[in-house]
């Protein structure tokens, strides 16, 4: 059984930072992508910022130059590091692991940790 376990969300002021971690219990490299998304209610969920098997990584368009997507194979952990963040950026962030045999789907998930940034 895999799981995912995110932290870090908070409130914060506009132009404000925050770290979210997402602790996977499983070896990274088990998996060919790990992701952030994000879901507001009433909106269809958004990928975020993708971290593949290789290292490589993928942003949304409206948070490049802002967030950075990392991880720590050692400490099983993803991180996603959220600067100049915007009222816009608030959502629930999801943490999602995609295995090998998913067909490209997001097959494991964490529960979600809520981001508030106050403008």
């Known amino acids: 059984q895999v799981r995912l376990v995110e932290s870090g969300g908070g409130l914060v002021q506009a132009g404000g930072s925050l770290r979210l971690s997402c602790l996977v219990s499983?070896?990274?490299?088990?998996?060919?992508?790990v992701a952030w998304h994000r879901q507001v209610p009433g909106k269809l969920r958004e990928l975020v910022a993708v971290?593949?098997?290789?290292?490589?990584?993928d942003y949304l368009d409206s948070v490049k130059g802002r967030f950075t997507i990392s991880r720590d194979n050692a400490e099983k952990t993803v991180t996603l590091q959220m600067t100049s963040l915007k009222p816009e950026d608030t959502a629930v962030y999801y943490c999602?692991?995609?295995?090998?045999?998913?067909?490209?789907?997001?097959?494991?998930w964490g529960q979600g940790t809520q981001v508030t940034v106050s403008s």
């Open positions: 999602a692991a995609m295995s090998p045999v998913s067909w490209g789907v997001y097959d494991f």
């Open positions: 499983r070896n990274i490299f088990s998996f060919d992508k």
């Open positions: 971290i593949s098997k290789g290292g490589s990584t």
